[in-house]
């Protein structure tokens, strides 16, 4: 059984990526850097958003964020992500396999083209069975590769609160086994690799984790990981924060026209309603804070306020007609549920 925080992590299902339990498991990320790994959760994005693994270097430095991308970078960072294997191995009973995850690359001018290995498309389309979500708004967050790494290894432990690892697994995970300050010195790899992923997940993320010891005689041989899962709420879509937009920007056209009524109770009414609105700008920024709840309370809160400026319009003779008074085409907030 999962364990439980006090948590409370805004998921946005818009920005994020879906991978099997399988694919999250087999360690693409071993031996990747940040960018790198970035790059190939990019990847299974753009293939995700449109079924085609394309995208502009632009759409990909907005996403994480990063500055002076250059062509150098992407040369080197796509010579690598196009090296790493999908890898299984089940030693126990002498069985592995390995597959190239991409069949190649192109790069012109800023534009990027993946091409995937066939063996690799049904573990990020059309999955059925378990599979972790990752949010890139939050894992653009992580300033080390290592925090990615563990990010996705906990989240594939669907049901599981903790897991014993030993030292030379852990290690391995992390792709550092190696490094030899890290072999012949367990707590410069605390406190440079585990220790540093452990802190960036529990700033950013849903979960939080810690870790015991576990020595023979005087040698750590193993890390048991624990860890709890905080709840997941459903971000605001990009439909819901458009709609809350499009009525904030067409009361402040007609500002001047609902202020203006004779009625002096009236115009401060339409005063108060229409600084209610102006209120609301502050959630339809980027990057998006409220939840998809939150967004339905404030849609409802929207049309009734500009349904009550129409009225005091019509009340105070203001519109002569029903073509005088300001007309927005409304969505039903209550169908939109994807």
């Known amino acids: 059984m999962a364990r439980r925080n006090s948590k409370r992590q805004i998921i946005s299902y818009e920005n994020a990526i879906k991978k099997s339990n399988e694919l999250s498991m087999a360690k693409l990320n071993q031996g990747l850097s940040l960018n790198q790994m970035q790059l190939l959760a990019f990847s299974i994005f753009s293939t995700q958003q449109n079924g085609v693994t394309e995208f502009h270097k632009a759409d990909f430095e907005k996403k994480f964020k990063l500055t002076k991308y250059n062509t150098e970078d992407a040369i080197k960072d796509s010579d690598k992500v196009t090296s790493v294997k999908f890898s299984t191995a089940d030693l126990e009973n002498e069985e592995f396999k390995f597959w190239n995850v991409f069949m190649g690359m192109s790069y012109k001018k800023g534009h990027f083209k993946f091409e995937w290995n066939p063996r690799m498309i049904p573990h990020i389309l059309n999955l059925k069975d378990k599979y972790i979500t990752t949010d890139l708004t939050i894992a653009s967050k992580f300033k080390s590769s290592f925090s990615w790494t563990l990010y996705d290894f906990v989240k594939a432990h669907h049901g599981y609160w903790h897991r014993v690892i030993s030292k030379e697994d852990l290690m391995k995970l992390f792709g550092v086994q190696d490094t030899k300050t890290y072999l ?101 920024g980027e990057p998006v804070s409220i939840t998809k709840e939150k967004a339905d309370e404030l849609i409802r809160k929207c049309i009734w306020n500009f349904q009550e400026l129409n009225r005091l319009l019509e009340k105070n003779h203001q519109a002569m007609s029903p073509e005088a008074v300001k007309k927005v085409k409304f969505y039903n907030w209550l169908e939109d549920r994807n």
Request: net charge negative; charged share 35%.
């Open 184 to 284: 012949e010195n367990t707590g410069r790899f605390k406190k440079s690799v585990l220790d540093v992923a452990i802190t960036e997940i529990n700033k950013h993320t849903e979960l939080e984790i810690r870790y015991n010891v576990e020595k023979e005689g005087r040698t750590i041989s193993s890390f048991d990981l624990i860890w709890s899962n905080g709840q997941k709420l459903t971000s605001a879509t990009k439909k819901q924060i458009k709609e809350i937009q499009s009525i904030v920007e067409v009361v402040f056209e007609d500002m001047f026209q609902y202020v203006n009524v004779d009625d002096k109770e009236d115009r401060q009414r339409a005063i108060n309603l229409i600084r209610e609105i102006e209120g609301m700008q502050e959630f339809i």
